[in-house]
């Protein structure tokens, strides 16, 4: 094989220079550079490219692939092979025939050895921040088919858009064995990385990452042209227009904050708020039950124990007292004022969809804006807003549905990313629409949901989220076959 490694200086590389050296397998060794250097370093190349993620950089090491497999390393920190770790990753890419191979790996942090295992790639993989580890051994010949078939010179989603279109020829094979250790510097935890993909500062890579997903999804069959089923909102007779829908366990700090902002909404409408109570012990019933005088406040505990969040939203979706539009505030949020509930009902009129996402702001406990601040979501667009939602990892907050629709795809019974699967869903048929006002505060503190996650639970996560996406794009290529 041929190793591409990125380069900065022989102390931040000398190991990882050594430790491939070592290998009997390695044919030759390409230091990547972005600026100019006249050092030389004994048995290496050095290759000059613009960015290392860009096209330009994909094509220079194409370029240079002329041994059967080329690894790419992805860090600059150090890298520490396993015993007889390359060969076999070669052996297995050998066997599987596949177009890349990663693997299971350590993370050293400081001191400590840290086991990182990483998921299984699948056809909904699609969002660029899948993690596959820094070591990626791609079969030569495919890599430089694939950039050979690059059409659009990215800055930015040059290593995404070889993935994916190696992808479209060979499987990407993961290997359940730890094959080597990378040192990690970014310590933060899960809570604190799962918005970097909404963080403006990252607006351009985005956009580029959009552009590369949906020529993938064209390429596969997969895409969606903007043409939507068109909804006339007189399906069932609703004895309110819209109701507020509230799943709750064990949230005695934050249910009653939840509770008031939906009873101090000003419409002109006749709104309710379902509260389905899944069997809290905290006291937070009690809080519940103080309202229980406000006539528009409906408490269910339900008789069924198996339910997870999405459980309890069809509970609530199905009840007879749900009205046409049903919107969605978790139990540790509040809207951010009076008008949240009118602009989310309005906006199914105005854009005529059965489904619409407002804007939020991430707050403290305390409800201060922390970053990432305001989360808007405008990478969504009418023309290519379903398509770019395979690619990413959430659609935004508050969420709202018009209730024939949803009454008929149901939610997962899941505590995670049922709300996701439904955008999915919909958006196959249907607009959903967009407000870009600030209607929610989503605040962060230490009893959110995915605040702080092991691997294991976040690749549980990770997973079912990429096996929604598969299902959906599979869905898909089907209705463009039938068309």
């Not at 390429?219 to 109701?243: T, V």
């Not at 004022?337 to 403290?364: H, I, P, R, S, W």
């Not at 770019?388 to 508050?398: K, S, V, W």
């Not at 962060?444 to 989220?465: E, F, P, Q």
Request: charged share 25%.
């Amino acid at each position: 094989m041929n190793c591409f490694i990125p380069y900065m200086g022989i102390a931040q590389a000398e190991l990882t220079i050594n430790n491939l050296k070592s290998s009997e397998l390695v044919n030759k060794i390409y230091l990547l550079v972005t600026e100019e250097l006249t050092e030389q370093i004994d048995g290496c190349e050095l290759l000059l490219v613009p960015s290392l993620n860009s096209t330009a950089a994909i094509r220079k090491i194409a370029e240079h692939s002329d041994s059967a497999y080329s690894l790419i390393y992805t860090k600059y920190t150090t890298l520490e092979l396993g015993m007889f770790a390359l060969e076999r990753m070669l052996h297995i890419a050998e066997d599987s025939d596949a177009g890349m191979v990663y693997a299971d790996h350590y993370q050293v942090v400081g001191e400590t050895r840290n086991v990182c295992p990483v998921i299984d790639c699948q056809a909904g993989s699609l969002r660029d921040d899948f993690n596959f580890g820094s070591v990626l051994v791609y079969k030569a010949d495919l890599l430089k088919e694939a950039a050979k078939a690059m059409s659009t010179d990215y800055q930015y989603a040059g290593l995404y858009d070889l993935r994916l279109k190696v992808s479209q020829k060979a499987s990407l094979v993961h290997i359940n064995e730890y094959l080597y250790s990378e040192v990690e510097f970014d310590t933060r935890k899960s809570g604190e990385k799962i918005f970097d993909y909404v963080d403006p500062k990252n607006r351009g890579v985005q956009i580029e990452m959009e552009a590369a997903c949906t020529e993938h999804l064209k390429e596969i069959g997969g895409y969606l042209a903007p043409e939507f089923k068109q909804i006339e909102f007189n399906a069932g007779d609703f004895e309110y227009e819209a109701s507020v829908l509230i799943p709750v366990r064990n949230r005695i700090r934050t249910i009653e904050d939840a509770i008031r902002s939906v009873l101090n909404q000003k419409t002109n409408f006749k709104f309710n708020l379902i509260v389905v109570d899944n069997y809290s012990t905290d006291g937070t019933t009690e809080i519940i039950e103080k309202y229980a005088s406000d006539e528009r406040l409906l408490h269910i505990i339900p008789e069924r124990k198996d339910l997870g969040i999405g459980g309890c939203w069809n509970l609530g979706v199905h009840h007879p007292k749900c009205g046409k539009f049903v919107v969605q505030l978790d139990s540790d949020d509040v809207y951010s004022d009076e008008n949240t509930l009118q602009k989310m009902v309005d906006a199914f009129y105005q854009q005529n969809c059965a489904m619409v996402v407002g804007t939020y702001m991430m707050t403290d406990f305390n409800m201060n804006m922390i970053a990432p601040g305001i989360i808007d979501h405008k990478e969504w667009t009418p023309e290519n807003g379903r398509n770019n939602a395979l690619r990413i990892n959430g659609l935004g907050a508050p969420r709202a549905f018009y209730t024939p629709v949803l009454r008929d795809v149901k939610v997962p019974n899941t505590s995670y990313g049922e709300d996701y699967a439904l955008g999915l869903n919909i958006s196959r048929k249907y607009q959903i629409g967009r407000i870009y006002d600030v209607v929610y505060l989503c605040r962060r503190w230490d009893d959110n949901s995915d605040a702080s996650l092991d691997i294991v639970k976040m690749n549980g996560h990770n997973t079912y989220k990429d096996r929604i996406r598969t299902w959906e794009l599979q869905a898909r290529i089907a209705l463009n076959k039938k068309r």
